[in-house]
């Protein structure tokens, strides 16, 4: 994703996963054009806001309660015409937590009434064999 036209931000709380993710990447050759940040999505506001957000299942990590705080994050960290990218999983009847299931509604209850609009949803073509069926990819465009 990082390249000369687009500077990508990660995001993580975890000291362990950006460490990972420095050790993984740190060497790379686009490593210039990327940064990793420990910061809480839910209280981080940067100095510029961003064109793109891809969620990789972050939204079913946390508990269902606190999904109306990540929809208000999400509208605030994005530019108006902003999009948002989120990887849906899991897709199924799967009880407890985490990763607390999710159906389509889960999103567009929180992110409609913010004033995002479905752009596609399709499946994952890139999903990893035992998440096959289970995972929707989904462009949300920011509409107001």
Not at 11 to 24: C, F, G, P, R
Not at 70 to 78: A, D, I, V
Request: proline letters at 8%.
């Amino acid at each position: 994703m990082a390249s000369p036209e687009r500077f990508v931000v990660g995001l993580d709380i975890s000291d362990k996963a950006l460490k990972k993710a420095n050790e993984t990447y740190g060497s790379s050759p686009k490593a210039e054009y990327f940064s990793f940040v420990k910061e809480d999505v839910f209280t981080w506001r940067p100095n510029e806001l961003f064109d793109l957000i891809f969620d990789y299942v972050f939204f079913c990590a946390i508990e269902p309660e606190r999904r109306p705080a990540w929809g208000k994050s999400m509208h605030e960290l994005l530019k108006p015409d902003g999009e948002l990218i989120t990887l849906m999983y899991p897709m199924t009847d799967h009880e407890g937590g985490a990763p607390y299931k999710v159906a389509l509604s889960s999103y567009e209850d929180v992110l409609v009434p913010l004033g995002f609009k479905a752009v596609s949803i399709e499946e994952n073509p890139d999903s990893i064999p035992t998440r096959k069926g289970k995972e929707k990819l989904a462009r949300w465009k920011k509409i107001n």
